[in-house]
């Protein structure tokens, strides 16, 4: 496993993750932000990458409709996830991450059919290209997050990945062990990112370590199930900003580096 973070597509990025000793860079393309920017800056992308040895470890984009109403894939929203799947694989990387939104218009079963065809519309086309699929577990215009959908969805499509971060599942008032037990097994990715909740409610998302999951649990269980993908840190809260914010991601890779072995 190697440990790599979410950040901004710059040179001063991959500066910053080289010189933290990380891996990878993640990037993620999400509903607002311009997906032209990002595609004509490939070339930029590799260049930097190569230059400071940090790979191009996920590329995502969360939060947008890409089914309508009937049940139809949006072909605006297809064509422009096309697109990142190519730049993924412009850019050497094997992993692109999206969701699915529910529609209330149609039945439960009906949402799941739509999410089955849309997914392997996406493997179909990402396959050749060596990038594979995964589904991220946030709950941010995605149904596809837990079961009864994994097992309904990544049940019928067997080469559709997970990509699995504990703090959805926590807040969730899930079993983030439970599902790992089940699942890990189809995690691509994984995200890093820390969860702190009082009298049941969300608190915080303070730096991996200081929080409530049990990570070290956490790392025996991807071990016990061979995952060998990437642990993305996610810088995620509002109270961990500015030098607070770049000691907190500090002390959260000196914290899953005991782990890394």
Not at 127 to 150: E, L
Not at 194 to 214: C, E, F, H, M, V
Request: include cysteine; glycine fraction near 10%; hydrophobic fraction near 35%.
């Amino acid at each position: 496993m190697k440990l790599g973070i979410i950040a901004d597509y710059t040179e001063k990025s991959f500066q910053i993750a080289k010189d933290k000793g990380l891996a990878f860079m993640e990037f993620c393309i999400n509903i607002g932000h311009s997906i032209e920017q990002f595609l004509s800056s490939i070339d930029d992308i590799n260049r930097w990458s190569h230059d400071y040895n940090v790979k191009v470890g996920s590329v995502g984009r969360w939060g947008s409709d890409r089914i309508d109403t009937q049940g139809k894939i949006i072909q605006e929203e297809l064509q422009l996830t096309y697109q990142l799947i190519d730049a993924t694989a412009a850019l050497g990387c094997s992993n692109f991450v999206c969701g699915c939104n529910y529609r209330d218009e149609l039945s439960y079963f009906e949402n799941c059919a739509a999410a089955i065809n849309y997914f392997t519309t996406l493997i179909e086309y990402a396959a050749p290209k060596g990038v594979k699929i995964s589904v991220y577990n946030c709950r941010w215009n995605n149904f596809v997050h837990s079961d009864p959908a994994w097992t309904l969805i990544h049940g019928h499509v067997k080469e559709l990945g997970i990509k699995y971060d504990p703090s959805h599942c926590y807040y969730a008032g899930g079993n983030y062990l439970e599902e790992m037990k089940q699942w890990a097994h189809r995690f691509y990715h994984v995200h890093v990112k820390g969860s702190l909740a009082i009298g049941g409610k969300r608190y915080d998302d303070p730096p991996a370590g200081l929080d409530q999951t049990n990570w070290g649990v956490f790392m025996a269980i991807l071990y016990a199930e061979k995952y060998k993908g990437g642990l993305s840190i996610e810088p995620h809260s509002s109270n961990w900003q500015g030098e607070l914010g770049e000691k907190g991601v500090d002390f959260t890779i000196k914290y899953m580096q005991q782990f890394l072995l």
